[in-house]
Structure formats: structure tokens, C-alpha cells
């Protein structure tokens, strides 16, 4: 079974930057759908980004011009840079692909769908 591992959260201040990564623990083909969901507490988890097989790109409206998903070919290895943070940003997220045969999630008006996730990193923004 193929599981999904986040990294790179963490504590920033207003207008900082982070970057997570999540590395798939056995290699996967780069024809899976991935992305990032996000959960802040009491609110329903939402899809932030998603890349398809062929690179194109899907953002929510909140993060559109300060979030940037991208994908290591190579490693599959999944990223999203965060720059101008803002305390509404601060939420648990999760990496997600298309990696079982249940039903997918589909999001953003994305090409493809997901239905794994991993179990998440936090980040926190504040002062």
C-alpha cells in the first residue's frame, strides 16, 4: 500500500513563506492526480491545488497568486510553496492523489480527482 508523507510545516509570521513537500512512499508513475487539501479547525477540509498528470494546475480562489503546486518528475514528489501567508492559511494539510480504486474526490475544476490522502502537516500563521 502506497501511502503519502507531508513535510515542511510549521510556525511562520504574517507574509512569510513555507514550502511542503510530499513524497509518496513507493514509487508511483507520474500519470496520478495530486494535490493539497487544507483543514483549519471546525471548518470542512477543501482542496488548495491540484496537478494532473500533465502538469496543468488548478488553485482555489484564496491562494491563487501566493501558493504554487508543483511536481519532481523524476521522484514524484510534490510541492507547495506558500509565500504572503496569512493567518486564514493556518490549517492542517494534507497531500492527496488518486492512488485506491474508491470513488474520487474532484475539486477546483480540476481534469482528475483523488481519493488518498496523507495524514498532514500544520501550519500556523501568526504573530
Known amino acids: 500500500e502506497v501511502t503519502l508523507v507531508e513535510s515542511g510545516g510549521g510556525l511562520v509570521q504574517p507574509g512569510g513563506s513555507l514550502r511542503l513537500s510530499c513524497t509518496p512512499s513507493?514509487?508511483?508513475?507520474?500519470?496520478?492526480?495530486m494535490g493539497w487539501f487544507r483543514q483549519a479547525p471546525g471548518k470542512e477540509r477543501e482542496g488548495v491545488a491540484i496537478?494532473?498528470?500533465?502538469?496543468?494546475?488548478s488553485y482555489a480562489e484564496s491562494v491563487k497568486g501566493r501558493f504554487t503546486v508543483s511536481k519532481d518528475k523524476a521522484t514524484n514528489t510534490l510541492y507547495l510553496q506558500m509565500n504572503s501567508l496569512k493567518p486564514e492559511d493556518t490549517a492542517m494539510y494534507y497531500c492527496?492523489?488518486?492512488?485506491?480504486?474508491?470513488?474520487?474526490?474532484?475539486?477546483?475544476?480540476?481534469?482528475?480527482?483523488?481519493?488518498?490522502w496523507g495524514q498532514g502537516t500544520q501550519v500556523t500563521v501568526s504573530s
Open positions: 492527496a492523489s488518486d492512488l485506491s480504486d474508491g470513488p474520487l474526490v474532484v475539486v477546483l475544476g480540476a481534469e482528475c480527482g483523488v481519493n488518498t
Open positions: 513507493q514509487y508511483i508513475s507520474n500519470s496520478y492526480c
Open positions: 496537478i494532473d498528470a500533465d502538469g496543468a494546475t
